[in-house]
């Protein structure tokens, strides 16, 4: 019903940047959080930013000061701005969000399928 497709993800040196892109697709009512995820091998998947609808951010420690979290309600779509990458950085990023797909109801949670991001040193 609801399809979340990532995009932007790649290699990239040690300093440099890389804008990762979510856009749902579906049968969308409405939109409340969005957000990204990652997670490293052989580690547990962690928050790295997410954001409401009416645009209040939140953010896990690894992304403070270096990662912006934003999004484009008319598109659906959710960024994640990452500057001043580090090794440490490489992971699968996942893009998440609540969506209802009618009026009534709860918001049903759903995943994207990830996008690789590695960071050379």
């Known amino acids: 019903q609801v399809q979340l497709v990532e995009s932007g993800g790649g290699l990239v040196q040690a300093g440099g940047s890389l804008r990762l892109s979510c856009a749902a697709s579906?049968?969308?009512?409405?939109?409340?959080?969005m957000g990204w995820y990652r997670q490293a091998p052989g580690k547990q998947r962690e928050l790295v930013a997410d954001i409401t609808a009416g645009g209040s951010t939140n953010y896990g420690d690894s992304a403070k000061d270096r990662f912006t979290v934003s999004r484009d309600n008319a598109k659906n779509t959710v960024y994640l701005q990452m500057s001043s990458l580090k090794p440490d950085d490489t992971a699968v990023y996942y893009c998440n969000a609540d969506v209802k797909t009618q009026r009534w109801g709860a918001p049903r949670n759903y995943w994207g399928q990830g996008t690789q991001v590695t960071v050379s040193s």
């Open positions: 579906g049968s969308i009512f409405a939109i409340s959080g």
